[in-house]
């Protein structure tokens, strides 16, 4: 069965505080991808990061950083020094080669960033 | 104007009205979908169009009628819903073939009395 698990229904940090939200996957296939997607009260969803299953390497945009680990079936994100800009639900993905399969969700982690 | 837009933003029905909701993306995407975000539960998928074709459908009940009338439109018709379907509507879009960036929508709110 394909799922993802992001078992922090809800973080409430300080600014400045560094917040690591955790994404859990499973899969039998060898070939899938993985994405965090930002849900800012305004609704929209929007695209923070893409990875597939054969780039391990972690990567880091200005305060987000992201830690892939097959081994656990972990992908991991991480925001240093938060802000209140951040607040916001956070949602892992999982998608596979195939044209035309969209997205599987988890649950998201609302993060609460306060001044 | 913005990459994908839905309307209307916010919407109020009764069990036995029939409503529209509507999505139309700007971004030249051959696929476009419908997700259903409820409280507490992860974004479920209900339908996936591919150049207008239907190529999924999660088993969603038929009271919701999807319409793709073109790779730039997409509708959910909806009729005799029930108060459990009230939830966040997102629409998406993305270029297709491989798994691919989506970009969705504001949504559309809502509330079935």
């Known amino acids: 069965a394909q799922k993802v698990t992001q078992a922090q229904t809800e973080i409430s940090v300080v600014e400045k505080e560094d917040v690591t939200l955790d994404c859990v996957y499973e899969?039998?296939?060898?070939?899938?991808?993985l994405f965090w997607y930002k849900q800012p009260p305004s609704g929209e969803l929007v695209f923070l990061i893409r990875?597939?299953?054969?780039?391990?390497q972690n990567e880091i945009s200005g305060r987000y950083s992201w830690n892939f680990q097959k081994s656990t079936s972990s992908f991991n994100f991480t925001i240093t020094a938060s802000q209140v800009v951040d607040s916001a639900v956070y949602f892992c993905?999982?998608?596979?080669?195939?044209?035309?399969?969209?997205?599987?969700f988890g649950k998201g982690t609302t993060l609460s960033v306060s001044s | 104007e913005t990459g994908v837009t839905q309307t209307p933003r916010h919407l109020v029905m009764g069990m036995t009205n029939k409503k529209s909701l509507k999505c139309e993306q700007h971004?030249?995407?051959?696929?476009m979908y419908w997700y259903k975000q409820s409280a507490k539960k992860p974004l479920e998928l209900m339908f996936v169009?591919?150049?207008?074709?239907?190529?999924e459908n999660n088993s969603v009940p038929s009271r919701f009628s999807p319409e793709c009338p073109n790779s730039s439109h997409l509708f959910l018709h909806l009729h005799t819903l029930q108060p459990e379907d009230s939830a966040l509507y997102l629409c998406?879009?993305?270029?297709?073939?491989?798994?691919?960036?989506?970009?969705f929508g504001s949504g559309t709110q809502l509330s079935v009395l």
């Open positions: 998406a879009s993305s270029q297709g073939g491989k798994p691919s960036e989506l970009f």
């Open positions: 899969t039998r296939d060898t070939t899938y991808y």
């Open positions: 990875r597939n299953s054969f780039d391990e």
């Open positions: 993905a999982l998608s596979f080669n195939q044209a035309g399969t969209a997205l599987i």
């Open positions: 971004l030249g995407h051959n696929a």
């Open positions: 169009y591919n150049f207008k074709e239907q190529t």
